[in-house]
Antibody, heavy 114, light 109 residues
Framework: EVQVVESGGGLVRPGGSLRLSCAAS????????ITWVRQAPGKGLEWVSV???????YYADSVKGRFTLSRDISKNTVYLQMNSLRPEDTAVYYC????????WGQGTLVTVSS | QTVVTQEPSLSVSPGGTVTLTCDLS?????????PTWYQQTPGQAPRTLIQ???TRSSGVPDRFSGSIVGNKAALTITGAQADDEGDYYC??????????FGGGTKLTV
């Protein structure tokens, strides 16, 4: 069964950093797209970034230059490194397979606050 | 900046039919945008309903269908049920690796 599980969320101060993980099972991360989507409290879904099978990465303008995607094949995990965090980055962050996303994780909450 | 627009809210009677739409500020929606539809209920992750315009995801009842109507992507629910109540989102692939979600439609049954 294809499954992704997010982890790494938490409380961080403005300007701080956090690394989210998306652990995959049922498939190899290099065989699929992995998409990140976030949802601020009470708001809609926002596309954040995607890593293609070949390793190309793309980012929404709102996070470009601050967020970076990478993957560790040995751990079958994709990472979202988030730097220079702002209060408006507060959201539940979901990872999902395919692009547009199909199989979603349950999300991990990131709170940026002083 | 490209904006994807959905009806903020819609209502449907149990057993009725409702169509939600997904519009583009800068032109017509076509299959080349790979419109995809999601349902989200409170506290839950999104659930994928329709991929690539009209392909139902595994386990999705056939009362959900996707299409292009005029210049918009559309999600039609035929024979709505109480547990169809929730928020519905569309996403369009814009090319060059970029996607944009619509603002979502709150559906009341």
């Amino acid at each position: 069964e294809v499954q992704v599980v997010e982890s790494g969320g938490g409380l961080v101060r403005p300007g701080g950093s956090l690394r989210l993980s998306c652990a995959a099972s049922g498939f190899i991360v290099t065989s699929n797209y992995i998409t990140w989507v976030r949802q601020a409290p009470g708001k809609g879904l926002e596309w954040v970034s995607v890593i293609y099978r070949g390793g190309n990465t793309y980012y929404a303008d709102s996070v470009k230059g601050r967020f970076t995607l990478s993957r560790d094949i040995s751990k079958n995990t994709v990472y979202l490194q988030m730097n220079s965090l702002r209060p408006e980055d507060t959201a539940v962050y979901y990872c999902a397979t395919h692009y547009p996303p199909v199989d979603w994780g349950q999300g991990t909450l990131v709170t940026v606050s002083s | 900046q490209t904006v994807v627009t959905q009806e903020p809210s819609l209502s449907v009677s149990p057993g009725g039919t409702v169509t939600l739409t997904c519009d583009l500020s800068s032109g017509s929606v076509s299959v080349g945008y790979y419109p995809t539809w999601y349902q989200q209920t409170p506290g839950q992750a999104p659930r994928t309903l329709i991929q690539n315009t009209n392909t139902r995801s595994s386990g999705v009842p056939d009362r959900f269908s996707g299409s292009i109507v005029g210049n918009k992507a559309a999600l039609t629910i035929t024979g709505a049920q109480a547990d169809d109540e929730g928020d519905y989102y569309c996403v369009l692939y814009m090319g060059s690796g970029i996607s944009v979600f619509g603002g979502g439609t709150k559906l009341t049954v």
